[in-house]
C-alpha cells in the first residue's frame, strides 16, 4: 500500500528523519513505536504532505507521491487522525463529519456518515453537541471518524491512546480491528506497547530518526533487546 524509501523529513532546516526505509502492507494494521523524539510523528505527518521531505520517495499505490499536496494525498486515499486529535471544538459533532466529507456527494456523505456512526455510537447520541464538550475519548473517536468520512485507503492515527481511560482504548482498537476486517489498511503510532504487539500486524521502531528494528508483531515480542531500542 505504501512504499517508504529513503525518507528523510523535518522541519525547517532541521531534518528529524535520516533515511527510513518501511513497507506498509496492504489489509493490515502497522503500528511505529519508539521513544520520545525518534521522529515518528514526523514521518507520520510527511506522509500526508505536513512536513517537509528533504530526501527519499513516498509510493503510495504504486504511486510518487512526494511532491503531491496534502490535498491531493487525501483524494489519493491518505487521511490521518493527527496527534492531539486537532477537531474543530465550535463545531458539532456532525458538523465536523460534514468537514471530514468535503470530498464526497451529499449523498456519498450521509452514507458514510452512517457508517462513521455505526462504528462509535458514542458519536451518534452527541451528534449534536459541541465538539470541545466531548471527553478526550470521544474527540479521539471523532477524529478518526473525520478522517473516515473522505474513505481513505490507508488511515493514520498518531498517537491513538495517549491520555485515554484503558476501557475507551479497548473501543477504539476493536474499531479498527473491524476496519481491517472490511479491507482497510491502517498505520498508527502508539506507546501502549503491549497493546501494539497483540493487535498490529507489522511493528516499526524508530530512535533517533533511524528504524530500528522492522517486522511481524509477534516476532517483536520475542526481541529481548526491544525495551533497550526503545529506551535509547
Known amino acids: 500500500m505504501l512504499e517508504l524509501q529513503g525518507l528523510r523529513c523535518g522541519y525547517g532546516s532541521i531534518e528529524a528523519v535520516h533515511g527510513l526505509d518501511m513497507v506498509v ?3 493490515q494494521i502497522t503500528a511505529i513505536i519508539g521513544p520520545n523524539g525518534a521522529g515518528k510523528s514526523s514521518t507520520m505527518l510527511a506522509i500526508v504532505g505536513h512536513v517537509r521531505t528533504f530526501g527519499g520517495r513516498l509510493v503510495f499505490k504504486g504511486e ?3 511532491e503531491l ?6 483524494r489519493r486515499g491518505l487521511a490521518i487522525a493527527p496527534e492531539g486529535r486537532r477537531i474543530f471544538q465550535d463545531l458539532t459533532v456532525r458538523e465536523n463529519l460534514v ?6 456527494t451529499p449523498g456519498e456523505a450521509a452514507a458514510r456518515e452512517e457508517e462513521v456512526l455505526q462504528l462509535f455510537p458514542r458519536l451518534r447520541e452527541r451528534a449534536l453537541q459541541r465538539a470541545g464538550s466531548l471527553s478526550g475519548g470521544e474527540q479521539q ?4 471518524g473525520r478522517a473516515l468520512m473522505a474513505r481513505p485507503s490507508l488511515l493514520l492515527v498518531d498517537e491513538l491512546s495517549l491520555g ?3 476501557k475507551v482504548v479497548d473501543d477504539i482498537f476493536a474499531a479498527l480491528l473491524q476496519l481491517k476486517r472490511n479491507g482497510l489498511t491502517v498505520l498508527l503510532v502508539e506507546q501502549n506497547i503491549q497493546r501494539v504487539l497483540s493487535d498490529a500486524d507489522q511493528v516499526a521502531v524508530l530512535t533517533a530518526g533511524r528504524l530500528a528494528y522492522w517486522g511481524p508483531a509477534d516476532q517483536a515480542a520475542t526481541q ?7 529506551l535509547s
Open 69 to 74: 499536496s496534502p490535498a491531493e494525498r487525501t
Open 141 to 144: 473517536m471523532l477524529a478518526i
Open 224 to 230: 529481548t533487546d526491544l525495551a533497550k531500542l526503545l
Open 99 to 104: 468537514v471530514g466529507g468535503y470530498l464526497l
Open 25 to 27: 502492507p496492504q489489509g
Open 64 to 66: 510518487d507521491i512526494t
Open 164 to 166: 485515554l481511560m484503558p
